[in-house]
């Protein structure tokens, strides 16, 4: 355990230094950029051992796997953002451990998330919510990887305003791998701070970015992002099964 404490500490570490350093390029202070370790995949011991080393948002992207990583770590103080694409069956286990949820990216989905709220015996409960965009989708379809049409933002973020439990928090964007914006990470980002810009007119109180993960966060940090999420720059690239 203390070899895998050193090595979470070490990737860590130089995580850190690839924030401040875009943080610094990009004129912006470090603490304008939140990181969220994605640990997806790894089990709650890591999870655990990330809270020591002082990181306390974590994200998940199948509920299988997160719920009983959750339970496993109610002690810590810790925030679990949900980033998979979410199914309205799995939706009353998510809210049950989810503080914030990022791939918002349908009505149906706000109907169900807001009604799972509504069920949850924690008083006074507010769900963030980050509307998905997809950066590859045309107009009235979802992205390859989950999320809505630019233009289909405005009309979500209000169905998620006006939704009881529910917190408008911003915007959430995977880089696409098709489209006009494959392969140009730096200008899906800052495609999406316009977005990001043009939402905030409307609803001031929602400006969390989240965007840029292991390999392309220097260019969100640039773009102006907000969050960036990172797993394998910190727990490394786990062996294929079987």
Partial sequence: MTDRRDQL????????ERIASACAAAGRKREEVTLIVVTKTYPATDVRILHELGVRQVAE???????????????????????GQLQT????SVVSYADIVQSVDRTKLVTALSAAVGRDE???RELG?????????????????????????????AAVESAPGLRLAGLMTV???????????RAA??????????LRGNHPAANMVSAGMSADLEDAVAAGATHVRVGTAVLGVRPGLG
């Fill in 9 to 16: 500490a070490a990737n860590l570490a130089q995580v850190e």
């Fill in 61 to 83: 992207n199948r509920d299988q796997d997160a719920a009983p990583k959750a339970a496993a770590c109610a002690d810590l103080s810790l925030t679990w953002h949900f980033v």
């Fill in 89 to 92: 069956n799995k939706v009353r």
């Fill in 122 to 124: 924690r008083d006074g």
């Fill in 129 to 157: 919510c980050l509307i998905q965009v997809a950066l590859d989708a045309e107009s009235g379809e979802r992205g390859e990887r989950g999320g809505v049409a630019p233009d289909g933002v405005e009309e979500l973020a």
């Fill in 175 to 185: 880089a696409p791998l098709a489209g006009p914006f494959a392969g140009r990470q």
């Fill in 189 to 198: 980002f800052d495609r999406l701070m316009e977005i990001s810009s043009r």
